[in-house]
């Protein structure tokens, strides 16, 4: 069984797209506009180049997205995505890029259960956890 994120960006999923590609080496293994729906009754002029859905790749893990809604709020509360780095050196590049534009939530150190764990939110609200396991 998986579980997979699927995250709404509010009319900036291509710019996600872009920045978590750039961050994390994201490959897009799917993405679909609303132009490109079979039911040409679901496009309007104001959505068509929209971002419909969207699969990406990080790593072994996979990562849905969309614009979702017009005029839902950019809101990502109650969750964060944790992601594991392979060591200090990959922890501390993966959490300057997701950080950047963003905030720091707690920022990398060693603690109790790691050798290196942090906190942050990246540019669109979205909190990571980083951790070398």
């Known amino acids: 069984m998986n579980i997979q994120p699927y995250l ?18 994201a490959e897009v293994a799917m993405l ?11 496009c309007a002029a104001d959505n068509a180049d929209r971002v419909m859905h969207a699969s990406l790749r ?23 995505l944790s992601l594991d780095a392979k060591d200090e050196g990959d922890a501390n590049r ?3 890029a997701l950080a950047a534009g963003g905030s720091v939530t707690m920022p990398l150190g060693k603690t109790f259960f790691s050798p290196c764990f942090g906190m942050c939110a990246d540019k669109f609200g979205v909190h990571w956890m980083i ?3």
């Open 8 to 25: 709404t960006f509010s009319g900036r999923c291509e710019e996600a797209i872009a920045f978590y590609q750039q961050a994390l080496g």
């Open 32 to 42: 679909l506009r609303w132009k490109d729906c079979p039911d040409r009754s679901m």
């Open 58 to 80: 990080i790593g072994d893990a996979t990562m849905m997205m969309s614009d979702g809604p017009k005029d839902a709020p950019l809101d990502f509360k109650g969750f964060t």
């Open 94 to 96: 993966l959490f300057n």
């Open 131 to 133: 951790i070398v396991p």
